[in-house]
């Protein structure tokens, strides 16, 4: 017997408060389960010992996906100083644990700043990183270390918030591919003995913030959960906005890039800008880029500059 078909034209988004101990694929079988939708995806693994804010794409809104992964991400939660897990938090099996006492507010404070901006990481087993094939999360399970090499991130605030020995609150804020258990296990032996996330909570994805986020289980059906969706154009809002006529919608649709002199746009954009292109009445029709044009450098942007299409949803 064949599945049924998601209603056609479907898309939004839905900002899911992530309970513990989901995991992100479990929010997601839960949202398509409540809708009765499968074409569900999210914007970005949060551990299943951790809470908060996971980016669900509904329907054609999945094509949104790398668009809201590269949201900025901001967390706040307890690390615990002098011990150190196999997973880099509370939930793995101790590995080896000081009696140092915890340095105070200014050391924690100055040694959290050393770890903002443009760092290198290591990434930390329990990831859903690849190793010739196979997720590293699931050699990890199976007792199975492999080496990773380090990888640029940027962190733009690591924030100690509150002390409560051994228990240190901090904040970070982050931009995509940073790993905080593995930024809190830098922390400690930064400071000369171990540490390991106790409790995380992802607090907000661009501007989406957890107290305005769905809590699953308090959804009693799909017309509920539907109340809560995030329209495309809205979801994406942290990009420029370049609006298409009426006659051009057609063409776009089927894959042909408008020229700039048709489209409305506030500003020029920059050179691999990426913006949302709009119907007249404010849907979104599809994701472009501003990329370069071979020329002479002297030439106005709207013939310096061609539009690629990235999405068209």
């Not at 443009?118 to 590293?136: D, E, F, N, T």
Request: charged letters at 25%; glycine letters at 10%; aromatic letters at 6%.
């Amino acid at each position: 017997m064949s599945r049924p078909k998601d209603p056609p034209g479907v898309g939004f988004v839905l900002s899911i408060n992530k309970r513990s101990p989901w995991t992100s694929h479990d929010a997601v079988a839960r949202v398509r389960r409540i809708l009765g939708i499968r074409k569900v995806g999210h914007t970005g693994t949060l551990d299943p010992f951790a809470t908060g804010v996971l980016l669900c794409c509904v329907g054609r809104a999945t094509k949104l996906s790398n668009a809201l992964m590269e949201l900025r991400k901001e967390y706040e939660g307890w690390m615990r100083f002098g011990v150190k897990t196999t997973t880099g938090d509370s939930s793995g099996e101790m590995l080896q644990e000081w009696s140092a006492p915890l340095p105070a507010g200014e050391q924690l404070h100055a040694t959290a700043r050393r770890f903002e901006g443009k760092i290198m990481q290591v990434p930390p087993m329990v990831s859903a990183l690849k190793h010739q094939g196979r997720r590293l999360y699931q050699l990890a399970r199976k007792g199975i270390t492999v080496e990773r090499e380090a990888r640029p991130v940027v962190v733009d605030a690591f924030e100690i918030l509150e002390v409560a020995e051994p228990r240190v609150r901090f904040r970070v804020r982050c931009a995509r591919g940073t790993y905080v258990r593995t930024l809190v296990e830098d922390f400690g032996e930064a400071l000369g003995a171990g540490a390991c996330v106790d409790e995380l909570c992802r607090t907000r994805v661009g501007g989406f913030a957890v107290e305005e986020a769905v809590d699953l289980e308090a959804v009693e059906g799909a017309e509920e959960l539907a109340a809560r969706a995030i329209p495309m154009a809205e979801a994406v809002g942290h990009l420029p906005a370049w609006t298409v006529p009426s006659f051009w919608a057609t063409k776009l649709r089927r894959g042909q890039a408008p020229p700039w002199v048709v489209l409305d746009v506030e500003e020029p954009p920059r050179e691999g800008q990426t913006g949302r292109l709009l119907g007249a009445e404010g849907d979104l029709l599809a994701l472009g880029r501003a990329a370069l044009s071979p020329g002479p450098a002297d030439r106005p942007w709207q013939d310096a500059l061609r539009l690629e299409l990235l999405r068209v949803i």
